[in-house]
């Protein structure tokens, strides 16, 4: 941390000096977000028993980051765009072990779309969290359905433009394994429509194993519709985790979000978890609060009640416990930059 603090003032003060600088074809921002959680969690299992916890949490909901971003115009409709951003924990000071752990990437932008090369989150991210309620407690939580929300390394990222509503997009990541070329790759396809209040997404994942030809996939499809105050929103994903053997598993999102007041946000989810072949499955009901106090200082709160069948183990604090359930209540404070 001793070094992360000198870097950060380094690349405050390279900021100020370039955007003082800096022509109106160029641009540099740093941006954030600091949030914390008061967290209270029922049914922790560590140490061979279950108990209740009670902590100060790094913010899930508004995940506690800081990046640059930028881009220049290069004339006829064409620029250059990058991203570099960190995730930290705010209630320790931690940083996470890789310091661009949220990405770090470079790009073209013009007619023909954009194209983005480095570490960068999946189409999966970009498209589902639409439809799938996200920020920590959601269904990429789940064992089988950790890629509905992932960065991938070494990945070239295309999105087409709209044609009709229509957008397209494809990732690949290398695997850069020697001897071969497609040990440990990803790749990723996705296709969106949009027209007034209607969107639709689907995606496709697919990675493979580094050693062997076993492959793991994801399938992901969500729907959204809004009307006056209220959107609906629908979401179902199925995973074949061959490669990471994990069994066949879906999982299905029913939410709906309300925005009566412009300073308030309310969303109730019902998150269900199926696992093929077995009674071991596990849902969870979310309700959230969105406050906002201005367009950069906000509170929230969650209510989390999570239900677990058979053997399954699910959790969202601590090591799950077979069959055990778990309660978790929110509420924390963010403030943006």
Not at 6 to 24: H, N, R
Not at 33 to 56: H, I, M, P, Q, W
Not at 92 to 104: H, Q, V
Request: a negative charge; glycine letters at 14%.
């Amino acid at each position: 941390m001793h070094m992360i603090r000198p870097l950060i003032a380094s690349v405050a003060c390279a900021v100020a000096t370039f955007g003082t600088a800096a022509q109106a074809e160029s641009q540099v921002n740093l941006y954030g977000v600091v949030s914390t959680d008061f967290v209270s969690a029922s049914n922790v299992y560590e140490n061979g028993k279950s108990s209740r916890r009670t902590s100060l949490d790094g913010g899930r909901w508004a995940p506690s980051r800081f990046g640059l971003r930028g881009s220049e115009d290069l004339g006829g409709g064409l620029s250059a765009t990058f991203n570099l951003e960190a995730g930290l924990s705010p209630d320790t000071g931690a940083a996470a072990g890789t310091f661009w752990n949220r990405g770090s990437h470079v790009g073209l932008k013009g007619d023909f779309g954009q194209v983005t090369f480095g570490r960068q989150w999946n189409l999966n991210d970009d498209v589902m969290c639409g439809y799938f309620i996200c920020g920590g407690y959601a269904a990429f939580s789940y064992t089988e359905f950790g890629w509905l929300s992932d960065t991938v390394n070494n990945s070239v990222k295309y999105y087409s433009p709209s044609f009709g509503g229509v957008q397209l997009g494809v990732l690949y990541g290398f695997g850069e394994q020697p001897g071969s070329t497609s040990a440990g790759s990803t790749l990723e396809l996705s296709g969106t429509y949009s027209a007034g209040p209607l969107s639709v997404g689907l995606t496709h994942h697919q990675s493979k194993a580094l050693v062997g030809s076993e492959k793991d996939k994801l399938t992901s499809l969500g729907a959204s519709y809004s009307f006056g105050e209220l959107r609906a929103r629908l979401a179902y994903a199925v995973s074949d985790f061959e490669a990471s053997g994990l069994d066949e598993a879906a999982t299905y999102d029913l939410g709906i979000d309300w925005f009566g007041l412009p300073s308030t946000r309310l969303s109730l989810d019902y998150v269900a978890r199926d696992l093929k072949g077995s009674g071991d499955d596990s849902h969870f009901i979310r309700l959230v609060g969105d406050y906002s106090l201005s367009k950069r200082t906000g509170f929230t709160a969650n209510v989390i009640y999570l239900k677990n069948r058979g053997d399954a183990a699910e959790a969202f604090y601590g090591e799950g416990a077979p069959g055990q359930s778990q309660t978790v209540f929110t509420v924390g404070v963010r403030h943006s930059f």
